[in-house]
């Protein structure tokens, strides 16, 4: 049964920084797609970031800013986040789907259950 666990969302000040991870078990983890999605009150998920392998994609409005890394021996999916605007507030997503990366949700198999991040002005 795979499982993702986000954590490390909280609220921060504009300007600042935040580190989020999702811990995956019960799934060959070198062989997944992980990515990172967003939503917004109010709004469509939308795709932040992606890694496969050594590959990572963005989205554009947080090239930069963000980056996206993997341990495979840990089964770990980070999220570094820095120069935070309030516009990055929302719940974040980790998911996985056993293809290639896609800023699409709807094609990726397993999904965490959130964490909240909320950048204050």
């Known amino acids: 049964q795979v499982r993702l666990v986000e954590s490390g969302g909280g609220l921060v000040q504009a300007g600042g920084s935040l580190r989020l991870s999702c811990a995956a078990s019960g799934m060959t983890f070198s062989s997944f797609a992980m990515a990172w ?6 709004k ?7 890694v496969i392998r050594v590959g990572t994609n963005y989205a554009d409005s947080v090239k930069g800013r963000f980056t996206i890394s993997r341990d495979n021996a840990k089964n770990m999916v980070y999220l570094q986040m ?3 605007k309030p516009e990055d507030t929302a719940v974040y997503y980790c998911a996985s789907r056993l293809s290639t990366i896609s800023a699409t949700p709807q094609v990726y ?4 259950q959130g964490t909240q991040v909320t950048v204050s002005s």
């Open 44 to 50: 469509e998920r939308e795709f932040v970031a992606g």
């Open 37 to 42: 999605f967003r939503q917004a009150p109010g």
């Open 109 to 112: 198999h397993y999904w965490g």
């Open 82 to 84: 820095n120069s935070l």
